[in-house]
């Protein structure tokens, strides 16, 4: 334009694209007059020196850091599809894991329960009592009852009348001789989908008598072996080996059997466990199968796209970095070609101050080069450990020794519950220790208590060594280190002795767990500490661990700075140790008495209950829930005043004082609301109590009001089990405000 003739190289619908591209930069820089000079020759060599210079740093800079991210690319994707893999195999061995767990409580359960003699009476009177006590070890069977080798109930846990089972495949099993049958089926008493367990019962001249069958609807079996998730997508299910559904947390199972033959797990599961891809439901998935020794199988599934999420996402983030990465080199080049261009027109420059600027752009390059390297070099993802809670399975022949046994794991579930968060954040450094003086000798009855049922189980004779040292850790880590240390100990002890005693180590405890198993050669010590590493592979230890119990033994000890360790000798056993500060028993702060504990006996010291002697309110306007109360609170050693109605509760806090430990309440009553009298409750006992409210009302505004005064909230029906540890973290959380 203007009469300006083009050269032949830039002639080309408006120009080279080299010129196109670098007007492109002139323009976005908005570089001055004085930059970008004039004239068809100065334009042509600066374009000319602009294009020499993009390709050279584009193959000095941006190929080889292409190729080193291709190869990084594509050892991500496989690393990231095996650390994929190894999180659902994880998953699927800890669902398994829970599915087994669960079945032996229950088939143990029965099995004693069948042993007893009441029950092997089959006096239906007797077998009833026996029922009763049963219900309490498995409080989510609906139903409990007996049959006669002719097929009809002799005793039912729910007073209705007597039916026949014959027909049952459960029944056949066990008059076959099995030592035990289940059956996925609709219930005849519930007309529900439920899981039932039969166990035989010998009679007194020791030939078959009947069997003591269980009932539980599927979906509190979902409830108690599918609970779990695996990130957002990621659950597990399980069914039976002829596709029938029998727990999954996203299918509700309220009216009929599912079955689960057309699903793409179920194939799979027909050749044999192991990792499998297929589509379902228009996304693909990836699922681990599992086969449980009950027969049963457990499928992990997640969708394919959440488990590589991470990867796919480092993808973007280094196309884009090498987006940004052309674009800077393109800009740098338009700058030191300009800079170039107007030297050599002016012709101007000395030879110094052109060797300074030439080393000036030497210099921005590799700093541009080197950060480049150092971002794509940074971690780009991250493994996660997961730590499981090991569940104590309680049972006893003796009615005593189950009662301590039921006292104790409520006492050990409501401090493994506030602490099972804080395991899972081991691996990420965010874990709040809460460590404090207190006294060993009761943290380690309490696990000898718990241990010692399932070691008799196994004929494993297990001793607890008494010890009145006083430690400073963490009392909920240190127990989960020492639960870790009786379980291996008992699981590859198949028979003979465990010992956990205390020994002094300078001016630690060493606490020590001895086993008579079949030791562990000297070179694998170090590898038993890491992720799912076993040393059972010959299969003859009866259960086979996730491999995660002592990796989370050595992080728990390294957050608390406690060392570990262990002793081994071949064929004889080995001893695992743990070393926590000792304290002075003088420095030891006298333990608070809380709330709860007042008009506690003499002597009951912090091995009672804390609901032992506690003061407890109920106003409540139904008799028979006032009487149930009553009777279930007295049972845990409350003392119980009960009202009918808004006016009794005044009048009573009116005559007694005393402002009782705890106040359940309900909402409806039938002379106004329960949360209307609560201020009036406190204005007269001149004190603020825990509250709980107790309600058959479902509506969320009701839940979140009561929750945003501070109150606890259950609803009707009420489980035993969870309004005593509501009550007992109610009643701590108020001693500790103290």
């Given at each position: 334009m203007h009469g300006r003739r083009h050269s032949p190289a830039f002639s080309h619908r408006g120009g080279h694209w080299t010129t196109r591209l670098y007007t492109a930069a002139v323009a976005v820089l908005k570089l001055p007059p004085t930059l970008t000079g004039s004239g068809p020759g100065l334009r042509q060599l600066r374009a000319s020196i602009f294009t020499r210079l993009l390709l050279a740093l584009l193959l000095v800079s941006l190929l080889p850091l292409t190729a080193f991210w291709q190869l990084e690319r594509q050892r991500m994707i496989a690393n990231g599809e095996a650390e994929a893999r190894q999180r659902l195999e994880l998953f699927a061995d800890r669902a398994m894991q829970q599915v087994d767990d669960w079945m032996r409580l229950n088939l143990s359960v029965l099995q004693l329960a069948a042993n007893d003699a009441a029950v092997r009476s089959m006096s239906p009177q007797r077998q009833k009592r026996a029922m009763t006590r049963l219900t309490t070890l498995l409080p989510w069977a609906y139903l409990l009852h007996t049959v006669n080798?002719?097929?009809?109930?002799?005793?039912?846990?729910?007073?209705?009348?007597?039916?026949?089972?014959?027909?049952?495949?459960?029944f056949a099993d066990i008059v076959a001789g099995r030592a035990y049958g289940v059956e996925i089926q609709v219930g005849r008493t519930s007309h529900l989908p439920a899981f039932i367990m039969a166990v035989p019962i010998g009679g007194q001249d020791g030939k078959l008598a009947g069997m003591l069958i269980e009932a539980a609807t599927l979906d509190h079996v979902t409830d108690a072996v599918t609970s779990a998730r695996l990130e957002r997508t990621g659950?597990?299910?399980?069914?039976?080996?002829?596709?029938?559904?029998?727990?999954?947390?996203?299918?509700?199972?309220?009216?009929?059997?599912?079955?689960?033959?057309?699903?793409?797990?179920?194939?799979a599961a027909q050749h044999g466990d192991g990792f499998y891809h297929y589509p379902y439901r228009g996304s693909a998935k990836i699922a681990e199968v599992r086969h449980t020794d009950f027969g049963w199988t457990v499928v992990a599934q997640q969708q394919e796209t959440e488990s590589m999420a991470a990867v796919s996402q480092a993808n973007r983030n280094a196309w884009l970095l090498l987006g940004l990465t052309t674009a800077a080199v393109t800009v740098l080049s338009a700058l030191v070609a300009s800079g170039f261009a107007r030297r050599i027109a002016r012709n101007t420059r000395s030879l110094e101050a052109a060797k300074a600027e030439a080393e000036q752009a030497n210099r921005s390059k590799t700093s541009f080069v080197a950060a480049a390297v150092h971002d794509l070099m940074q971690p780009l993802n991250a493994a996660r450990m997961f730590a499981d809670a090991v569940r104590s399975r309680l049972t006893s022949a003796a009615d005593r020794e189950v009662l301590d046994g039921i006292d104790s794991a409520l006492e050990a579930e409501d401090e493994i519950l506030s602490t099972l968060l804080d395991i899972s954040r081991l691996e990420s450094g965010t874990l709040e220790v809460h460590e404090r003086d207190f006294a060993v000798e009761t943290l380690l009855e309490t696990l000898g208590r718990e241990f010692g049922i399932l070691a008799r189980a196994r004929d494993i004779k297990l001793r607890v060594g008494r010890c009145s040292a006083v430690v400073h850790s963490d009392e909920a880590l240190l127990r989960r280190v020492l639960q870790n240390y009786l379980s291996n100990a008992i699981r590859y002890c198949r028979r003979g002795r465990v010992l956990m005693g205390c020994r002094r180590a300078g001016s630690a405890l060493r606490i020590e767990v001895w086993d008579t198993g079949p030791g562990i050669a000297r070179e694998h010590y170090r590898r038993i500490f890491l992720e799912f590493q076993r040393l059972d592979t010959d299969g003859q230890s009866g259960e086979r661990g996730a491999g995660l119990g002592l990796a989370i033994v050595e992080r728990i000890a390294?957050?608390?700075?406690?060392?570990?360790?262990l002793h081994s000798w071949a064929g004889r056993g080995s001893v695992f140790f743990v070393e926590v500060p000792l304290v002075k028993a003088a420095t030891m702060p006298a333990p608070r008495e809380p709330p709860a504990s007042r008009g506690m006996p003499a002597g009951t010291g912090d091995h009672a209950s804390p609901l032992q002697g506690c003061r407890v309110?109920?106003?409540?306007?139904?008799?028979?829930?006032?009487?149930?109360?009553?009777?279930?609170l007295t049972g845990w050693g409350c003392e119980v005043v009960l009202a009918a109605s808004a006016e009794e509760a005044l009048r009573v806090a009116t005559q007694d004082a005393g402002a009782p430990d705890l106040l359940l309440l309900d909402h409806r009553l039938p002379d106004g609301s329960g949360p209307d009298i609560v201020p009036e409750l406190f204005r007269r006992w001149g004190a603020q109590v825990p509250v709980i409210m107790l309600s058959a009302e479902r509506d969320p505004a009701l839940r979140e009001k009561v929750q945003a005064k501070g109150w606890a909230f259950l609803a009707k029906p009420v489980n035993p089990s969870k309004l005593r540890a509501v009550v007992t973290h109610m009643l701590m959380k108020s001693a500790a405000s103290v």
């Open positions: 080798l002719t097929g009809w109930n002799v005793a039912r846990s729910d007073d209705r009348p007597g039916n026949w089972y014959g027909d049952r495949g459960y659950h597990a299910f399980l069914m039976t080996n002829t596709g029938v559904l029998i727990a999954d947390r996203g299918v509700p199972m309220l009216r009929r059997l599912r079955d689960f033959r057309s699903h793409p797990a179920f194939a390294k957050r608390l700075d406690h060392p570990i360790g309110w109920s106003v409540e306007d139904d008799p028979r829930v006032r009487l149930s109360l009553q009777t279930l």
